[in-house]
């Protein structure tokens, strides 16, 4: 049974940082593509940030780039991803996902973690 558990969200004023971590059991961590998505209320699911199995190529939204950083560590089959300058409009609920190979960076991600709370005031 695959399981994806995120943990690391919270309240920070902007400027802050926080940064996420998603644990993977049940499967070999090493062999699937990982990603953050994110959705605020009233909004879409939106990816943040993507990592290749090896974690050799990185994908980051336009919106993120330069402030946030994701990352793996296959030894420990955990995800991570470091937000730094937090804004309010990163408020959200922030997911892990896993998938294929061929999911990466923005294909279809098949195993989803239940989602970490993230909450930046002004």
């Known amino acids: 049974q695959v399981q994806l558990l995120e943990s690391g969200g919270g309240l920070v004023q902007a400027g802050g940082s926080l940064r996420l971590s998603c644990a993977a059991s049940?499967?070999?961590?090493?062999?699937?593509?990982m990603a953050w998505f994110r959705q605020a209320p009233g909004k879409e699911r939106e990816i943040v940030a993507a990592?290749?199995?090896?974690?050799?190529?990185?994908y980051y939204a336009d919106f993120v780039k330069g402030r946030f950083t994701i990352s793996r560590d296959n030894a420990k089959n955990t995800m991570y991803l470091q937000m730094n300058s937090l804004k309010p409009e990163d408020t959200a609920v922030y997911y892990c996902?896993?998938?294929?190979?061929?999911?990466?960076?923005?294909?279809?991600?098949?195993?989803w973690g239940q989602g970490t709370q993230v909450t930046v005031s002004s």
């Open positions: 990592i290749s199995r090896t974690g050799t190529s990185t």
């Open positions: 049940g499967l070999t961590f090493s062999v699937f593509a």
């Open positions: 996902a896993l998938g294929y190979w061929n999911a990466y960076p923005t294909g279809e991600y098949r195993y």
